[in-house]
């Protein structure tokens, strides 16, 4: 249980040292207000507590599978955002006590570590194969079974999910459509791909058990004893109770159980098609066991800031290899592992082509030039390329000493970014834009959601079967609104 300050909106578990520090009045409340960036989590936090309760009421009020499925995995992926974000609210804010308790005053304590830029790190084309005996997935042979999947995807405290997926035995294996996009983070980025499944069993399926049963125990019975056992289980079941030998099933909600769970890392990001092991988490006893293979296939791809966005700009001077004497004027731009070099500063917003590029790569050398102050000279950089056999130096003036250390400054940090993020820095990964979420899937047997929910022309409104009707139509709406609202 986490209490709340309502005036300086801080979260304290209830019972931890943090708690007892309080009580013992060692310091104040006051001295833990939240930065905004924890008032932005809290904000989130308490959205996800609200969408749980409204997924808590739609699911009580479904009275259809596919709804109670789609209401179910709203409330699952509520509760793993609620209880990641009370995990984070709490680390931040024991950082915290420990940042201003820790360190007194007088303390100057060590200059602070450079720290590499943030990333997007982009998941699509996700695909798990399935692994179906011969009898079922070629002769078509036992029991239809039917699976609804999703995947649960965690990067540090933020959560997403993919769309609902109906599976059976005619699916060679899982696709899923979504490109899920993680705008926030660093190159020790842990991404975590959990699969959870629950079984949809059929109407049909209950209802043939007690003939498959009869034909079994007749078969595997003496003929006079079969027969005699057939006709009380017909008999059994013709006249409206429940047969011998079949218990009543009580109908309960659907639960999804995890199957299947990778973490990927920044080793695994390549811009391409690539497949990674999963972690089986079910056995074949589980009733939402599902033929896994055992893989998942994806493509992960990730975009450092400094790829995409420009880290330095400014007026310099700029003698080209191989000339002694010629400097020109451009405004450059660093941006991703090139220095772009425009006649004008407008040129670069207009998009025009450079008048020539210095490439910054991993082998890039940058020296700072001896700064002759008796001849009134501005400070110079050099940066030296390897082309083949020869090296190409170009020799760089700022306008003074402070912004010749502010362009140092960059490439310092631009070549820490590279060591970082290693291959995400050789070039830009593309990130496709995700497309809307589809609607929710609906069973075939049961048609579309649109078709249960139109009036029949026979029945006048008002008539006996319109309140069902309306109360599907309502529940499916809800049910809408809260993927939509969650989305955002």
Not at 67 to 84: G, H, M, P
Not at 461 to 467: I, L, S
């Amino acid at each position: 249980m986490f209490s709340r300050n309502h005036r300086s909106r801080v979260t304290v578990a209830r019972g931890s040292a943090l708690e007892m520090e309080f009580k013992r009045g060692r310091f104040r409340l006051s001295l833990f207000s939240d930065p905004p960036e924890d008032t932005e989590l809290q904000r989130k936090l308490d959205h996800e507590i609200r969408m749980r309760e409204g997924a808590c009421k739609l699911l009580a009020a479904c009275s259809q599978r596919e709804q109670a499925l789609e209401a179910t995995k709203s409330l699952l992926v509520c509760n793993s955002r609620v209880l990641s974000y009370m995990g984070e609210l709490q680390r931040r804010k024991e950082a915290q006590v420990l940042g201003k308790t820790g360190r007194r005053p007088s303390d100057s304590g060590p200059p602070a570590e450079r720290s590499p830029c943030r990333g997007r790190v982009c998941i699509s084309d996700l695909r798990i194969p399935l692994m179906w005996k011969d009898t079922e997935y070629f002769k078509n042979k036992g029991d239809l079974h039917r699976w609804a999947v999703f995947l649960l995807l965690q990067l540090g405290e933020d959560i997403q999910d993919t769309e609902m997926v109906l599976v059976d035995r005619t699916l060679a294996d899982i696709s899923f459509q979504n490109n899920v996009l993680f705008a926030e983070a660093g190159p020790d980025f842990e991404l975590r791909l959990e699969l959870y499944g629950a079984c949809v069993e059929e109407e049909g399926a209950l209802a043939g058990a007690p003939k498959r049963l009869a034909t079994k125990l007749s078969s595997s019975l003496g003929r006079s004893s079969g027969r005699r056992v057939r006709a009380s289980l017909e008999s059994a079941g013709g006249s409206g109770s429940s047969p011998i030998l079949l218990p009543t099933p009580t109908a309960r909600g659907p639960r999804y159980h995890l199957l299947a769970h990778t973490t990927l890392t920044l080793a695994a990001v390549q811009d391409g098609f690539r497949t990674h092991d999963l972690t089986l988490a079910s056995h074949e006893e589980n009733p939402a066991w599902l033929p896994l293979y055992g893989s998942v296939c994806c493509r992960l791809v990730a975009q450092p800031l400094c790829m995409i966005q420009p880290t330095a700009s400014g007026p310099l001077r700029v003698q080209q290899a191989g000339e002694l004497q010629d400097w020109m004027r451009v405004h450059g731009i660093l941006k991703g592992t090139n220095l772009l070099c425009y006649r004008q500063p407008e040129d670069g917003d207009a998009g025009e082509e450079p008048l020539f590029t210095i490439v910054i790569n991993k082998e890039t050398r940058v020296r700072a030039g001896e700064l002759d102050e008796a001849a009134g000279r501005p400070p110079t950089l050099t940066i030296t390329n390897q082309c083949g056999e020869a090296e190409v130096t170009h020799t760089l003036q700022a306008e003074s000493r402070g912004a010749l250390q502010s362009w140092m400054e960059a490439l310092w940090q631009l070549f820490f970014d590279m060591s970082q993020w290693r291959q995400c820095c050789d070039e830009i990964m593309k990130i496709e834009s995700s497309a809307p979420r589809k609607p929710p899937q609906v069973l075939a047997k049961q048609g579309s959601l649109y078709h249960e929910m139109v009036l029949s022309e026979s029945v006048a409104p008002g008539g006996p079967d319109e309140g069902p009707l309306l109360q599907d139509n309502a529940i499916s709406a809800g049910i809408q609104a809260l993927l939509s609202y969650s989305d955002r």
